[in-house]
């Protein structure tokens, strides 16, 4: 049985106002991650979630399948993903989708390979774990040199050590979640929680895990597009 890919995306957005559907590299960016994940064959089927008509419109147009809207109160600022997954994951069981296993994929970080996700899909497979997150090694470390602000106001690590690390390469490694996560759906329901208890990491690339929160990562996206198109 092959797995299914759930796309989540709503039509608020704070930092790049309308950015699942702003156009780059002559689509809307929803569309490369549709036609990516439809080109992948690794899918039966590829299903947008949104409360937006506009992003149902153009999802429909590149091939996704939307079997429902989302709620609005589900495509809040502070609605937790986890939930936006149950809903979907619901939904679909009750419309008669059969799957084992859901792959989110966020559209706001194109780049993300189908190699990628097959051997995330693998893993899951083969160690049977809850979950498996694509992530890359974050070279900004919280033991290092990132920090936080005090009671008082004053700047500390934001994690301590007994002894601190003499350099960056010395430190614990830490990894960046990015726009690949791929669940067990049974147990994902039964925790309902998008951080699992017993995930495990898939690492790929920092350029291929390149997110799109800010107008500068949008213009660096398009930079890569014309790289590797």
Same mark, same amino acid.
């Given at each position: 049985?092959?797995?299914?890919?759930? $796309?989540?995306?709503?039509?608020? =957005?704070?930092?790049?106002?309308?950015?699942?559907?702003?156009?780059?590299? @002559? @689509?809307?960016?929803?569309?490369?991650?549709?036609? =990516?994940?439809?080109?992948?064959?690794?899918?039966?089927?590829?299903?947008?979630?949104?409360?937006?008509?506009?992003?149902?419109?153009?999802?429909?147009?590149?091939?996704?399948?939307?079997?429902?809207?989302?709620?609005?109160?589900?495509?809040?600022?502070?609605?937790?993903?986890? #939930? *936006?997954?149950?809903?979907?994951?619901?939904?679909?069981?009750?419309?008669?989708?059969?799957?084992?296993?859901?792959?989110?994929? #966020?559209?706001?970080?194109?780049?993300?390979?189908?190699? #990628?996700? @097959?051997?995330? $899909?693998?893993?899951? @497979?083969?160690?049977?774990?809850?979950?498996?997150?694509?992530?890359?090694?974050?070279?900004?470390?919280?033991?290092?040199?990132?920090?936080?602000?005090?009671?008082?106001?004053?700047?500390? %690590? =934001?994690?301590?050590?007994?002894?601190?690390?003499?350099?960056?390469?010395?430190?614990?490694? *830490?990894?960046?979640?990015?726009? %690949?996560?791929?669940?067990?759906?049974?147990?994902?329901?039964?925790?309902?929680?998008?951080?699992?208890?017993?995930? %495990? &990491?898939?690492?790929?690339? &920092?350029?291929?895990?390149?997110?799109?929160?800010?107008?500068?990562?949008?213009?660096?996206?398009?930079?890569?597009?014309?790289?590797?198109?």
């Amino acid at each position: 049985m092959k797995p299914i890919c759930l $796309i989540c995306a709503r039509g608020g =957005s704070k930092g790049v106002p309308n950015k699942n559907i702003r156009i780059i590299s @002559k @689509k809307p960016l929803i569309a490369h991650t549709i036609t =990516s994940a439809i080109n992948s064959k690794l899918f039966s089927h590829v299903v947008v979630s949104t409360e937006n008509k506009n992003i149902a419109q153009i999802s429909k147009k590149y091939g996704a399948e939307v079997p429902f809207i989302r709620p609005k109160n589900l495509a809040l600022d502070t609605t937790p993903v986890g #939930d *936006v997954f149950i809903h979907a994951i619901k939904k679909l069981y009750s419309l008669g989708y059969e799957f084992e296993i859901f792959v989110n994929r #966020d559209c706001t970080v194109p780049f993300i390979k189908n190699t #990628d996700i @097959k051997k995330t $899909i693998d893993l899951l @497979k083969n160690k049977k774990c809850d979950a498996v997150y694509g992530v890359y090694r974050q070279h900004l470390n919280p033991y290092f040199n990132m920090m936080e602000k005090n009671k008082e106001g004053y700047l500390r %690590l =934001s994690k301590k050590l007994k002894k601190r690390p003499k350099s960056r390469q010395k430190a614990p490694i *830490v990894f960046q979640l990015n726009g %690949l996560f791929t669940f067990d759906a049974k147990k994902f329901l039964n925790q309902g929680d998008s951080i699992m208890a017993n995930a %495990l &990491p898939h690492e790929i690339s &920092p350029e291929s895990g390149l997110m799109i929160d800010t107008e500068i990562e949008f213009k660096m996206a398009e930079i890569l597009f014309k790289l590797i198109y």
